[in-house]
């Protein structure tokens, strides 16, 4: 698939409509997520519980994935070595690991522990009873899982120069802040939309003056893009340090997108963590996570009304989504000085 979008972007041409609307196209490329590493959860989501079922895990790489804390975190599977049911459904607080079907038991490291009407089984238990572990990074609080990832981890060394002063490790989960909607529209023009402000002008009117249009930026990396949003008024941004490498400027919001589907937005209360999982060609699920630093700025500046800027992002894409199924629509033109961040995105799935 090289050169489908030629790296030029004033020549280029954009992703061609069969990548939104085709199964197969479709079924390929998040065949291709499993390689990647995907955002599991924040710390804090353990604090209280400390068994937590990654629902998204099983579209993102198709395995059932939970966390369990005890004095280190671990990511396993979530299957049950019985016969299959998912031992967790819900986040609780345990010291065990209990099937709901049959009752086998598990530690919190996963080694099976006792199973009932078991007693006459032959060479059992053996270490396939145990429920299997996967890959689990951490950075400065924020928990990454994989099915044998390979790509994308160095991403973090991004985060780490522009925003690593924030205390990051200490943002406290908010679960009033959780969100998740089922949207008719394919995953990639979701993504598409979050990559560029161009549209802020035309469809957030309220974002709009919050935010210096002229002054928007796109940063592109390997693995992923970041836009910082400038602030109109100087009291809903950030307090930088002399150590920020942007001391100075009246930063509002820095949105980092990383490859395929996570969106870390920061802002001077926190950190609004979007997760875009696809669940058909045509059907994606968004979840909203919110970790709090300052709770007296929620309300304020770009990171004020998420939900309001949700919704109109929602109408737009879900809109979009019938016109490129389109027999008069296949391919569009980029402007470059808006939509670097959608060429960015679209030469690495087509790459
Ligand atoms: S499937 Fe879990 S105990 Fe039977
Ligand atoms: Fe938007």
């Not at 004033?10 to 085709?22: E, G, M, N, V």
């Not at 925003?163 to 949207?183: A, K, N, T, V």
Request: glycine fraction near 8%; charged fraction near 25%; include cysteine.
């Amino acid at each position: 698939m090289t050169q489908i979008i030629d790296p030029d972007i004033r020549k280029a041409q954009t992703l061609p409509s069969r990548f939104y609307s085709d199964e197969s196209t479709f079924a390929e490329i998040v065949s291709g997520f499993s390689d990647c590493w995907h955002f599991a959860a924040h710390e804090s989501q353990l604090a209280k519980d400390n068994i937590l079922p990654l629902d998204h895990m099983e579209f993102l790489v198709g395995e059932s994935m939970l966390l369990t804390r005890d004095d280190t975190i671990r990511c396993l599977s979530n299957v049950c070595t019985h016969r299959g049911m998912l031992v967790a459904t819900e986040a609780c607080c345990s010291s065990t690991l209990r099937c709901g079907y049959h009752g086998r038991t598990f530690g919190i490291d996963g080694s099976f522990r006792n199973m009932p009407e078991f007693e006459q089984v032959e060479d059992f238990p053996s270490p396939s009873d145990d429920l299997s572990s996967f890959d689990l990074n951490h950075w400065r609080g924020l928990l990454f899982a994989g099915n044998k990832p390979s790509r994308f981890m160095n991403c973090l060394e991004e985060l780490k120069g522009r925003i690593g002063w924030m205390p990051i490790e200490s943002f406290e989960h908010d679960p009033s802040r959780h969100r998740s909607y089922d949207i008719d529209a394919n995953w990639a023009l979701y993504v598409d939309n979050y990559l560029e402000g161009f549209h802020i002008p035309y469809v957030h009117g309220d974002l709009h003056e919050e935010l210096d249009y002229d002054s928007y930026s796109t940063e592109l990396f390997e693995g992923g893009v970041l836009q910082v949003g400038i602030a109109r008024d100087s009291e809903s941004c950030f307090n930088l340090p002399k150590s920020s490498p942007d001391y100075g400027q009246s930063i509002a919001a820095y949105y980092y997108w990383l490859y395929p589907g996570l969106m870390l937005n920061f802002y001077p209360w926190g950190l609004s963590v979007n997760l875009v999982v696809p669940l058909s060609v045509e059907r994606t699920r968004i979840v909203y996570h919110g970790f709090v630093w300052d709770r007296s700025k929620l309300a304020e500046g770009a990171g004020g009304d998420l939900d309001k800027v949700e919704a109109e992002d929602q109408g737009i894409v879900e809109a979009t989504q019938r016109g490129v199924k389109s027999g008069a629509y296949d391919r569009g033109r980029y402007s470059p000085t808006r939509e670097s961040g959608v060429h960015h995105f679209h030469r690495m799935l087509t790459s």
